[in-house]
């Protein structure tokens, strides 16, 4: 990916897809600096890398009335952790994807007269920020059970882990209910590994899982869903990553 100007930043809070209503993201990290200095530092401050830490602000137009605007997404989110999705450009499949479990902090609304109403708020991370990829787009509605595109995620060394985010964002029909999973396997996925499965979702909501730091040699991953229910249509996003 090269240079690029942000036309279509994409933010997935826990149960809500908030881009619509947003018009500046920012997602930042750092490292805590731990002074180490000593008298055989070399008349230099040496430091150390401490606790490690994401944010994620956003603000823009406010919108309410529905559990999929921002202020209903926002009021129920408030003070709780779930998983956030970041995209620089398009939540296609295979897109970046910034992801992490955090505890929405703070919500503010209004401003002077005259002034179209305005929102912001702050996600403060609880998990690792994460660098990955879209598994499954949110602008497709899915009605039977089926496995979603193949994406080249890379093989997991000793030591790191397999994060996996979904954002379900509607869910319709009677008794509705939708079980997502992460597959693995060769370039195919001819015979998958069920590498982790959400729990069973009935309505709009959030999750995110991690693996237990076991090495996994497939590269290649996919979602897969199981969907019962009468009638039932889901939309939903799914977002991996290897940390």
């Not at 999705?85 to 992801?99: E, F």
């Not at 703070?106 to 991370?125: F, L």
């Amino acid at each position: 990916m090269g240079k690029f100007v942000l036309l279509d930043t994409r933010l997935f809070a826990p149960g809500a897809d908030l881009s619509g209503a947003s018009n500046k993201i920012e997602l930042t990290s750092e490292i805590e600096d731990k002074d180490a200095t000593t008298y055989r530092s070399g008349g230099w401050k040496e430091v150390l890398g401490g606790l490690g830490s994401a944010e994620i602000s956003a603000e823009g137009l406010w919108e309410a009335g529905d559990p999929s605007m921002v202020d209903n997404a926002s009021w129920a989110d408030l003070g709780g952790v779930g998983p956030y999705t970041v995209c620089p450009t398009d939540s296609v499949v295979g897109a970046l994807a910034y992801i992490t479990s955090g505890m929405r902090a703070d919500y503010a609304v209004g401003d002077a007269v005259g002034e179209i109403a305005p929102w912001s708020g702050t996600v403060k991370s609880s998990w690792p920020l994460v660098r990955g990829q879209i598994g499954h787009p949110p602008g497709t509605a899915r009605t039977a059970t089926g496995t979603g595109t193949i994406v080249n995620l890379g093989a997991i060394p000793a030591g790191k882990r397999l994060y996996a985010a979904l954002h379900v964002l509607s869910a319709t029909g009677t008794t509705p209910s939708i079980t997502v999973r992460i597959e693995s396997g060769d370039a195919t996925l001819t015979v998958p590994t069920i590498r982790a499965t959400f729990t069973a979702a009935t309505a709009a909501g959030g999750q995110i899982l991690r693996g237990n730091g076991t090495a996994i040699t497939d590269a290649y991953y996919r979602v897969g869903w199981t969907i019962t229910g009468t009638t039932p249509s889901f939309m939903f996003a799914v977002s991996l990553g290897i940390r």
